[in-house]
């Protein structure tokens, strides 16, 4: 016994370098990371619980609140939709040009928030391909719903099929072909096969993609015109109230969206903690 | 008999599965529709400038500083990341202590928290009165509204993705290398220091290019702390913005295809760094 207490394993770091280390990450992320999360929820109730409320309840508050509800809840299942459609077709299929698909898939993720809300711009707007037709046809894209929308369509366009590409590519094609061959209808193979073998990895983009479309905030600003209850979203209407010192106001809708990214990241780290195999390997610890 | 006829002479699918056809063709037409065609609105605008417009467009002071303090700052935002998000990331896969979950867990912060509200909440940090300004200014030392607040929100914005490429390759990286470089005398940080980050260094270039490329574009959670002085702090994407506003459309597209065109520089050297990574796994 006395023996093993004084070897030490060659790859154990010494005492003074865990501590260092140790310190120096701790120090960084609450500093970096943990500070501003914590300002968000003590400046929203520095004027205690009623103050915090008033500001949620307010008329135009919960008009951002509903908005970005209904951008979240269109834009959401459209790009599930593309996930599952783009993923069926690369993952179990052979056909040339799949990897600059799956390049021309991941783009929107490499393109600025604003020149997101540009692009639309430059299609629908005034001076743009679309626009004095849109205008003639008393038709609104532009600092309306539709607009929104499709901004964040554009930057939560890719979660879900990066996701189930990987995660389908590594299942194989043997249970679906095994499947057809058994005679299962297509939609029967997809709903009782593949679907039971993708339904975590397809639940977890589906979160990620919810708190992006909830929380975008500079492709969304390009084309919202920004109208005060009509036109702001969540994330906008922070940006007024901070810009017109209502502190309270702007942290406490703040907080309210701190607390969906808290929401989403505990359920994530539950979903990589708990059916880490049924992850694309990328999410695996 | 005719219609049999006809039925062999249909194309037979060669698949075995079914929707290959319907799959495709709507992944095509939402991926055209969504991305390609307004993409290629931006690409096409700038030409209604000709040549000398376009650069006339982007070579203004204004816009040549606005370009170089988002280059600049995701640059030294990305150096920053790459230095403690290595040592984040070898404290959370060689080192077991409590709250280990709880701290990788909250990596990603960044990543859920929209950017409006991280904008707010670190312009309010550094202010002169803040938690984190007050104490800074004692010493002169300024944050928010300066050049200095763009670098901030840029490292915050960045950490995660130096972070989450680093920790999958530190955790399969095998020990023996170590132990082999122990049995030969090193010590542990020359250990470390030439077997170790070496090994470390595509993932960890990765993981920057990433963090640079969203530094690079990130608006929402700068443009409060940046205090947005023209040619001092505003950086590109807001400097879009603003040509928006005062309906130069054309100027705005002309920056807005500089940006692009660094992301598709910076996915083509992504993609270059990954198949060099696999290689030299």
Redo the contacts between chains.
């Keep these: 016994m006395t023996q093993t207490r004084k070897f030490r394993n060659?790859?154990d770091?010494?005492l003074w370098?865990?501590l260092l280390?140790?310190v120096?990450?701790?120090s960084?992320?609450a500093?970096?990371?943990?500070?501003?999360?914590a300002?968000?929820f003590k400046?929203a109730f520095a004027q205690g619980v009623g103050a915090f409320w008033a500001a949620i309840i307010e008329p135009d508050a919960l008009a951002a609140v509903r908005l970005s509800l209904t951008a979240a809840a269109i834009a959401v299942p459209?790009n599930t939709?593309?996930g599952i459609?783009?993923a069926?077709?690369?993952a179990?299929?052979d056909?040339p040009g799949k990897t600059f698909?799956v390049?021309?898939?991941?783009?929107?993720f490499?393109?600025?928030?604003?020149?997101s809300g540009?692009?639309?711009?430059?299609?629908f707007?005034m001076?743009?391909?679309l626009g004095p037709w849109l205008n003639d046809h008393d038709v609104h894209i532009l600092f309306a719903l539709p607009g929104i929308v499709?901004a964040t369509?554009?930057v939560t366009?890719p979660f879900v099929a990066r996701e189930l590409i990987p995660l389908m590519e590594d299942q194989g094609?043997d249970e679906?072909?095994a499947a057809?061959?058994l005679g299962a209808?297509?939609l029967g193979?997809?709903l009782r096969v593949t679907l039971p073998n993708i339904k975590w990895g397809l639940l977890y983009s589906v979160l990620?993609c919810n708190?992006r479309a909830?929380?975008?905030?500079?492709a969304v600003?390009?084309v919202s015109g920004h109208i005060r209850g009509a036109t702001n979203t969540?994330?906008?209407h922070?940006?007024l109230l901070?810009n017109n010192y209502d502190?309270v106001g702007?942290?406490s809708v703040?907080a309210l969206?701190?607390m969906l990214?808290?929401v989403?990241?505990?359920l994530?780290?539950l979903l990589e903690?708990r059916f880490a195999d049924e992850l694309a390997a990328?999410h695996?610890? | 008999m005719s219609a049999i006829g006809l039925k062999l002479a249909l194309p037979r699918s060669r698949?075995?599965?079914?929707?290959?056809r319907?799959?495709?063709g709507?992944?095509l037409f939402?991926?055209t529709g969504?991305?390609?065609?307004?993409?290629l609105?931006?690409l096409l605008?700038p030409l209604s400038l000709g040549f000398d417009g376009f650069w006339a467009a982007i070579s203004t002071p204004r816009v040549l500083a606005s370009l170089r303090l988002s280059f600049g700052m995701a640059l030294a935002a990305a150096v920053i990341d790459a230095v403690?998000g290595f040592?984040?990331a070898?404290?959370?896969v060689?080192?077991r202590?409590p709250g280990k979950?709880l701290?990788?867990?909250?990596?990603?912060?960044?990543?859920?928290?929209?950017?409006?509200?991280?904008?707010?909440?670190?312009s309010?940090?550094y202010a002169p009165n803040?938690?984190?300004g007050a104490p800074l200014a004692e010493y002169g030392i300024r944050i928010a509204y300066t050049p200095w607040g763009v670098l901030v929100a840029m490292?915050?914005i960045g950490?995660p993705f130096t972070v989450r490429t680093l920790?999958?390759v530190l955790s399969e990286l095998g020990?023996d290398v170590?132990?082999v470089a122990?049995?030969l005398g090193a010590t542990?940080?020359q250990t470390i220091w030439r077997v170790v980050l070496p090994m470390l260094l595509p993932a960890m270039l990765t993981g920057a290019a990433m963090g640079f490329?969203r530094g690079?574009?990130?608006?929402?959670s700068i443009i409060?702390i940046a205090g947005n002085i023209p040619a001092v702090s505003e950086i590109a994407?807001?400097l879009?913005?603003t040509k928006?506003e005062e309906?130069d459309?054309a100027g705005?597209?002309a920056i807005?295809v500089v940006?692009?065109a660094a992301?598709?520089v910076?996915?083509l050297a992504l993609?270059g760094l990954q198949s060099w990574a696999s290689k030299r796994r």
Excluded at chain 1, 31 to 37: E, K, R
Excluded at chain 1, 118 to 123: C, G, P, Q, T
Excluded at chain 2, 107 to 122: E, K, M, S, Y
């Design positions: 060659p790859t770091d010494p370098l865990k280390l140790g120096l990450a701790f960084f992320i500093l970096l990371l943990l500070l501003p999360l300002l968000v400046e459209l939709l593309f459609s783009a069926w077709c690369i179990k299929f056909f698909l390049t021309l898939i991941d783009l929107p490499s393109v600025s928030p604003v020149v540009l692009i639309y711009v430059l299609v707007g001076q743009g391909w499709l369509i554009f366009f094609r679906e072909e057809a061959t209808s297509g193979t997809f990620l708190a909830l929380g975008e905030f500079g600003s390009v969540m994330p906008l922070v940006e901070y502190y702007a942290f703040a969206l701190a990214a808290l989403t990241l505990a994530k780290s903690w990328a695996r610890h | 698949h075995v599965l079914p929707g290959f319907l799959s495709l709507f992944t939402y991926l969504i991305v390609l065609i307004p993409l609105a931006l605008r403690f040592i984040t070898w404290v959370l060689r080192y202590f979950r701290l990788d867990a909250v990596i990603d912060l960044p990543f859920a928290l929209p950017t409006a509200v991280a904008g707010i909440a670190l309010a940090l803040g938690w984190i490292t915050f950490l920790e999958p020990q170590e132990e122990a049995t542990r940080l490329a690079v574009g990130e608006y929402g409060f994407p807001l879009i913005v928006l309906f459309y705005a597209a807005g940006m692009l992301s598709f910076m996915l993609n």
